[in-house]
């Protein structure tokens, strides 16, 4: 059922894998308080590959935008903003396989989109009142990637580390990178910058009312 009332200001954290953006998305919902924001995480649109094998799909190249069902997720976004609720895929990183549940995901005053390649799709980025890029070191992102992936993906270092150099850094110098371009606020130092971070949700509290 629609609700014509319910049109959410969309904003989009774009950013390096382990820029910070889970950081700053946690404040935005912080402030603007949990019954006010819905998250919506790219990495839940990763493209169902279980006619592969898992060692087939190990090996894929996941950080390429192709990877990604986007245009699934342009849908969702138009759903939501249009007072509609969605069925979000549930995806298993251990695996590299979408499962068969999915989440029931209802609009509120807020959605937050995130995501390393959120900015590569132009359907996706004229959906967005506003884009925000985190913005963070290579060195930092890669050990906060590693970090990650190990402890909660259930993934080896060496995999992790294989990655990074075959797909992830040339990925990201070819479309993460370039797609800072279409952000409207850049923040540099990820989540650690207190000062831009404060500043942008003040913006984003002013343009929602909270």
């Known amino acids: 059922m629609s609700d014509p009332r319910l049109s959410p200001i969309v904003i989009g954290v774009a950013g390096g894998s382990g820029s910070g953006k889970t950081t700053v998305v946690r404040k935005i919902v912080e402030s603007l308080g949990d019954d006010g ?6 990495d839940r649109y990763y493209r169902d590959r279980n006619d592969l094998r898992l060692e087939e799909r190990a090996v894929l190249n996941y950080d390429h935008p ?7 997720m342009v849908r969702h976004v138009r759903h939501l903003k249009a007072g509609q609720e969605i069925a ?9 396989a979408r499962l068969a549940d999915t989440d029931t995901i209802t609009p509120r ?12 799709d132009a359907a996706l980025r004229d959906l967005m009142d506003l884009k925000v890029f985190v913005d963070t070191d290579a060195d930092t992102r890669f050990i906060r990637r590693l970090q990650r992936d190990v402890a909660e993906r259930g993934r080896t270092m060496a995999s992790v580390i294989d990655q990074y150099e075959g797909t992830v850094k040339p990925m990201h110098l070819d479309f993460v990178e370039p797609s800072k371009r279409y952000a409207d606020i850049i923040i540099p130092q990820g989540g ?16 929602t009312g909270r």
Request: glycine share 2%; no cysteine.
């Open 88 to 96: 979000v895929p549930r995806y298993d990183f251990a695996r590299h």
């Open 37 to 42: 924001v819905t998250v919506l995480d790219h």
């Open 66 to 72: 192709d990877a990604l069902e986007t245009d699934l």
């Open 109 to 120: 005053r807020a959605l937050i989109v995130e995501g390393i390649l959120i900015y590569t």
């Open 192 to 207: 650690h910058n207190a000062v831009a971070i404060d500043l942008l949700l003040t913006l984003i509290r002013s343009v």
